[in-house]
């Protein structure tokens, strides 16, 4: 099982970003999708979350209106737009595959806003 972030880096505030976490090793289209966080300091967070079909979508209140999460099941793959970043975004992104019975964990990416 892989899950490989990418699309981190460095933008300055009102700036975007696109996550992408790419998977393989397990029925993608079975699983919710969720994106996390974790700043340095705090505790991880739930950033946004689509459940299997993409038909349901949610969002933490600190970035709805400016994230959008989505998945193409074709390509295993979900991604997290990022649009008007503010410095308060800064942290560590991570997706994570959420199932019935099964938790999969991608290793990070990290997204700084900064002047």
């Known amino acids: 099982v892989q899950l490989v972030e990418s699309g981190g880096g460095l933008v300055q505030p009102g700036g975007s970003l696109r996550l992408s976490c790419a998977t393989s090793?397990?029925?993608?289209?079975?699983?919710?999708m969720i994106w996390y966080r974790q700043a340095p300091g705090k505790e991880r967070e739930l950033v946004a979350a689509i459940t299997t079909a993409g038909g349901r979508t949610n969002y933490a209140d600190s970035v709805k209106g400016r994230f959008t999460i989505s998945r193409d099941n074709a390509k295993n793959t979900v991604y997290l737009q990022m649009n008007s970043l503010k410095p308060e975004d800064t942290a560590v992104y991570y997706c994570?595959?959420?199932?019935?019975?099964?938790?999969?964990w991608g290793q990070g990416t990290q997204v700084t806003v900064s002047s």
């Open positions: 994570n595959a959420a199932g019935r019975k099964y938790d999969y």
């Open positions: 090793g397990f029925t993608f289209s079975s699983f919710d």
